[in-house]
C-alpha cells in the first residue's frame, strides 16, 4: 500500500473527527461553522488519498477508527471544553493546510499560522489562529 497516502488519509480523517468533536463543543457560536466546514474541507482531503491510494493499486482503507490519542483528546473536549485544550488541539493539527484554510466560512480569517516544535513529536504540526473576519 502507499503509505505516504495511506498516512495522509488517516491525518485528515483524525483532524476530520475532531474538528467535528469540536464544532459540537462549539455549539451556538460562530466558530460551530467555521470548524464544521474545516471536517468538510479535511474530509474531501481524505477523499484525495483514497483515490491515490486506489491509483497505486492498492485497496482502500478500512473505514475510519479514532485512535486511542484521537479518542482521548475527545474525550477532554467533551470533559473540559474547547478553550482550556487549545494548546493539545494546536499540537494534533498536522502539515500546513491550505486546501482546508481556502474553504473556511465566509467572514472567518485564519491569517496566522505557525510552525510548532512539539517536544517528543517529530511530525510536522502547525497553529492555526482563526477568528471571525468582524472580530479584526
Known amino acids: 500500500m502507499n503509505a505516504q497516502a495511506l498516512a495522509s488519509w488517516r491525518e485528515e480523517k483524525r483532524s476530520a ?9 462549539e455549539s ?49 473536549i467533551g470533559r473540559f471544553g474547547v478553550a482550556p485544550l487549545k494548546g493539545v488541539l494546536a499540537a494534533m493539527k498536522g502539515l500546513y493546510p491550505p486546501d482546508e484554510l481556502a ?21 510536522e504540526r502547525h497553529l492555526v489562529l482563526c477568528r471571525p473576519a468582524s472580530a479584526e
Open 17 to 25: 473527527y475532531l474538528y467535528r468533536l469540536v464544532s459540537d463543543a
Open 28 to 76: 451556538g457560536t460562530p466558530r460551530q461553522v467555521l470548524f464544521l466546514e474545516l471536517a468538510r474541507a479535511a474530509d474531501e482531503q481524505a477523499g484525495i488519498w483514497l483515490e491515490e491510494i486506489r491509483k497505486s493499486g492498492s485497496d482502500a482503507p478500512a473505514a475510519y477508527k479514532p485512535d486511542l490519542r484521537a479518542r482521548l483528546v475527545g474525550w477532554l
Open 103 to 123: 474553504r473556511t466560512t465566509a467572514g472567518t480569517s485564519c491569517d496566522r499560522i505557525v510552525r510548532l516544535e512539539v517536544p517528543f513529536v517529530e511530525a
